[in-house]
């Protein structure tokens, strides 16, 4: 089993992100991070890349439960989501948090919850779909 959840578009980078972020607000997930990798490489080391973003993105209520019933749970937090440009194509995945939490049996029903939101994130992101 794959640890990320993965769909293509045809849609431009920037359409596909800002369909990203409505359908996270809409599953009920805010963005606590965001990491633009192509711009900090540009910076750091002066090389380029196409686009690429890794947002964080936290479900409260979930993320809650998750640390009330485990304390360490932090470390695995938040959810990463993945947006990145692939020549024509956009290429957006979510972290699967049922394999993270593969040895925390307690956490199971959390963690699909949660990952029945992101993959529903990742669908409605990725319409229309490319299957290449």
């Known amino acids: 089993m794959t640890y990320a959840y993965t769909k293509r578009t045809g849609l431009p980078f920037a359409a596909a992100e800002q369909r990203l972020r409505s359908a996270l ?66 290429v957006i995945s979510a972290i699967r948090p049922t394999v993270q939490l593969g040895k925390a049996p307690a956490l199971q029903p959390i963690a699909e919850e949660v990952e029945r939101r992101l993959t529903a994130v990742v669908d409605e992101t990725a319409l229309p779909p490319v299957t290449r």
Request: glycine letters at 10%; aromatic letters at 4%.
């Open 25 to 90: 607000a809409k599953q009920g997930f805010g963005i606590i991070t965001e990491i633009d990798a192509q711009k900090m490489i540009k910076a750091k080391l002066g090389k380029d890349m196409p686009p690429y973003k890794i947002l964080g993105a936290c479900n409260q209520s979930f993320a809650h439960q998750a640390m009330s019933m485990e304390p360490d749970i932090g470390v695995l937090l938040p959810c990463n989501v993945l947006l990145r440009a692939d020549g024509d194509v956009t």
